[in-house]
């Protein structure tokens, strides 16, 4: 994947946010930590996402938990180009809220969208809804959504993404996927029927998911990351000054990465992430981001996958572990709850307390008895 970016390359330099708050909900300040008194210019940079050809900020717009179009509207007059929702999001209403916000930028920005159907009637059907909700006639990109093994992924699913590139509802397809990645992408790029990978991708992960990710970017696949925060936080004990916006530059600066989906709910937050672009790694943002994996080891779930099967009730431990972040890490209680709820009843009904001794062992550190526990009490 090659990048488009240079110094001369930055546009809207003149650009600049209003600052609106004194801190981020997303703990970007700490506490005591003033918010800057002047808003400093906006440099965009660009890359090619993949084989699609589309040129998109390497700082995108991930719309899940915002609810206030006003910042999808001001991300898109600042330039960002890369908006990213699903039919599943806020009982669909996310989608209704970005078609609206965008408005008559719709086709100024690359859009992308996703199904959790689990047949292709099913996912064609959630394909109309999403167009009439966005107010659009086609998505550039339409994902299977979470999809975490070729296990998870059916011929006619394959064929419902193929009909709705022919019928030009979809410009391109690919899978999101949250945990497996390893497996998962090489068996994307072998398939070849694939344009664009949406992956969890930060920090935290094991250096054998960069090689995963230059691999797909090598056979052509459009790289696109989320969870680049490692969880977020808004526990300021774990949002160290800085170390969220530390985290997506690590990302942003990957260089087979074509952009990014970090969540924003509010303006300080946009403003936050944009200082991403064009931004170098420093050493001082690497010393952020060791004592940040520090503090959050035991906590969260880097979604490498090894626990897949590792529970004696069967529990889907990474999904559980992420459903708690929603909660912990973003804030979003009922969307942690909505998630829960929606495994299997016996899934749902288990408690980790009933086991004398967990047979899950992280290779990462987290305290998954605990943690699960948590979930169980939290949500159940």
């Avoid at 078609?99 to 859009?111: H, I, P, T, Y």
């Avoid at 060791?290 to 979604?303: S, T």
Wanted: net charge neutral; aromatic share 6%; glycine share 8%.
């Amino acid at each position: 994947m090659s990048s488009t970016t240079s110094r001369r390359d930055f546009l809207s330099a003149g650009l600049a946010l209003p600052v609106l708050g004194a801190g981020s909900s997303m703990g970007f300040w700490g506490p005591d930590t003033p918010a800057p008194e002047a808003a400093s210019p906006i440099k965009l940079s660009y890359r090619t996402l993949g084989k699609t050809g589309l040129k998109v900020t390497t700082v995108g717009f991930g719309c899940m938990i915002t609810s206030d179009p006003s910042v999808v509207q001001r991300a898109a007059d600042l330039g960002i180009t890369y908006f990213d929702t699903a039919r599943g999001y806020q009982r669909g209403n996310n989608e209704r809220m970005v078609g609206a916000a965008l408005g008559s930028k719709r086709k100024q920005v690359v859009l992308s969208t996703k199904t959790e159907a689990r047949d292709k009637a099913g996912q064609l059907a959630e394909l109309d809804t999403s167009l009439r909700e966005l107010n659009t006639d086609y998505v550039d990109i339409w994902y299977l959504h979470g999809k975490n093994s070729p296990a998870d992924i059916h011929d006619d699913m394959i064929e419902a993404l193929q009909l709705a590139k022919q019928q030009g509802k979809a410009r391109f397809v690919g899978i999101s996927t949250h945990s497996g990645q390893q497996q998962l992408l090489p068996w994307m790029a072998q398939k070849g029927v694939f344009d664009v990978v949406l992956t969890a991708f930060n920090f935290s992960m094991d250096p054998a998911m960069e090689q995963a990710i230059d691999a797909a970017a090598k056979a052509g696949m459009g790289v696109v990351a989320m969870k680049v925060m490692a969880g977020g936080s808004r526990n300021q004990k774990l949002a160290q000054n800085g170390a969220m916006l530390a985290a997506l530059k690590w990302v942003v600066n990957h260089p087979n990465v074509a952009t990014t989906v970090p969540s924003m709910t509010d303006m300080d937050q946009l403003e936050q992430n944009l200082k991403a672009m064009g931004s170098p790694l420093s050493d001082d943002d690497h010393k952020l981001l060791a004592a940040h994996l520090e503090l959050i080891q035991p906590l969260y779930c880097r979604m490498c996958g090894k626990c897949e099967g590792a529970c004696a009730q069967g529990l889907p431990v990474a999904d559980v572990l992420r459903f708690l972040t929603y909660a912990d890490g973003y804030g979003q209680f009922a969307l942690g709850r909505e998630k829960f709820l929606e495994l299997p009843s016996t899934q749902a009904a288990a408690r980790c307390t009933d086991c004398t001794e967990c047979t899950v062992k992280c290779p990462f550190g987290v305290q998954v008895s605990s943690r699960m526990a948590r979930a169980q009490e939290l949500f159940a």
